[in-house]
């Protein structure tokens, strides 16, 4: 595969190459992630700060691009939120009980994700589509009594956390070195999360393509 | 699988498109809120004003040349999770989950294409795909007891999408839309509460 298609040199070049000229393809993945600020519109745009202070983070080399030769086939997408279980007090009967399982629910119910590369719209979901498949399987054990209305203590992820639960798609997307990419997800109005702010990641799941050195 | 449309040729110098078309995976989804007096709700008809509620860029139809290959067709309960005291032995219990329910098991759903119908179902057998899985406690002196609940519709796992056992193609400029029926009014705990139906699949075109 010709990662550099629209570079007439780059045959030529390969007599100087200081890599070899082979590409290996290797399972891959790439994430980024980003604070939602609860009580805030969010507009979060992943993938173009580049490298960030850790890898939990990202694993990004540079912003908004591939390094390099580097090239990534995008096979599956999955979106996670980085809360930690919740106590809360009991909402009155007949009201919404805040909490993880809301947290998510207020963010898959409004959230949008939609990739652009180059300048073009390649993918664009409901977030209730795209699930984590990691994350804590939750169980709970409470003792005691709680004074009305009670408390709840909860915990969620987006979807199952089984691992082949990722939104795959029917058709890859190829992201050649050097071309701009971005994922961006945005809700229409502020949403109120209990716990407050949370960093969510967004990662894109597939084969890695790179020079064999 | 485009329309033949016959353009004069030498308009093809100035032409702004690529004339090749790409296949990318897509999603095409919309949004309305169920109330309790429903019984029948129109999906892609109407352009929204959000794109979280629908990505539909006209209403009825795809613009040319866009067109769609439906895979599958997944339906989602925008709801929160509820909080309820506990009801009495054997009376129903409200909540989040008998809202699914009291959905499911009375509702029924067609697929349109221009004028004819490609497809009726009962609501049970689509299910999300997604959306929250978690675990809740609730801890309570009340003699009465009090509950909290949250419920989905089907397992969320990305597999779990009602897969057409033949793919609908949907050309471009041909009206369609789905229909959702209930035979008479529910009794839902909280209302409005949006319902989304997707298709997923493939979405053609042109490249640009």
Not at chain 1, 21 to 44: C, H, K, R, W
Not at chain 1, 112 to 122: C, E, I, P, S
Not at chain 2, 183 to 197: E, I, K, N, Q, S
């Amino acid at each position: 595969m010709n990662l550099l298609p629209n570079n007439p040199f780059f045959r030529d070049y390969q007599q100087y190459n200081t890599q070899y000229p082979a590409l290996e393809v290797i399972g891959g993945m790439l994430y980024d992630t980003v604070q939602f600020v609860s009580a805030a519109v969010n507009n979060l745009i992943f993938f173009t700060a580049g490298p960030r202070a850790s890898w939990d983070l990202t694993n990004m080399e540079a912003a908004s691009v591939l390094t390099g030769n580097k090239a990534f086939l995008c096979r599956a997408f999955r979106f996670y939120v980085k809360q930690l279980p919740q106590s809360v007090a009991r909402a009155a009967a007949g009201a919404v009980q805040p909490g993880a399982v809301d947290n998510i629910a207020q963010l898959i119910n409004a959230g949008v994700l939609r990739l652009t590369v180059g300048a073009k719209v390649y993918a664009e979901f409901p977030l209730w589509v795209i699930p984590s498949g990691a994350g804590v399987f939750p169980l709970y054990g409470s003792d005691g009594n709680a004074a009305d209305p009670g408390q709840v203590q909860d915990y969620a992820t987006c979807g199952s956390p089984t691992v082949e639960n990722a939104l795959t798609l029917p058709q890859p997307l190829f992201i050649a070195p050097q071309i701009n990419f971005s994922v961006v997800l945005s809700w229409p109005a502020a949403i109120t999360l209990s716990g407050g702010s949370t960093f969510l990641t967004v990662a894109m799941d597939g084969e890695l393509l790179r020079p064999v050195q | 699988m485009q329309q033949q449309i016959q353009y004069p040729e030498n308009y093809r110098q100035f032409n702004t498109q690529y004339p090749r078309s790409e296949v990318v995976s897509g999603m095409l989804w919309d949004t309305i809120a169920f109330t309790n007096a429903t019984l029948q709700l129109t999906f892609f008809t109407v352009a929204k004003a959000t794109v979280d509620l629908s990505n539909m860029i006209i209403g009825g139809q795809l613009p040319y040349p866009m067109a769609f290959l439906v895979r599958s067709i997944r339906l989602f309960l925008k709801q929160r999770p509820e909080s309820a005291n506990v009801v009495a032995p054997a009376g129903t219990q409200v909540g989040a989950v008998n809202n699914i329910a009291l959905l499911y098991n009375t509702g029924s759903f067609q697929i349109t294409v221009g004028a004819k119908q490609y497809g009726i179902y009962p609501l049970w057998i689509l299910s999300s795909g997604g959306g929250p899985y978690g675990f809740m406690n609730v801890i309570n002196i009340l003699i009465a007891g009090g509950m909290a609940d949250y419920g989905g519709m089907g397992t969320p796992h990305s597999r779990n999408a009602f897969t057409l056992a033949q793919p609908l193609f949907i050309e471009p400029q041909m009206s369609f839309k789905v229909d959702l029926y209930w035979p008479a009014a529910l009794a839902l705990t909280r209302t409005p509460l949006p319902l989304c139906v997707a298709f997923e699949g493939d979405l053609i075109r042109a490249v640009q």
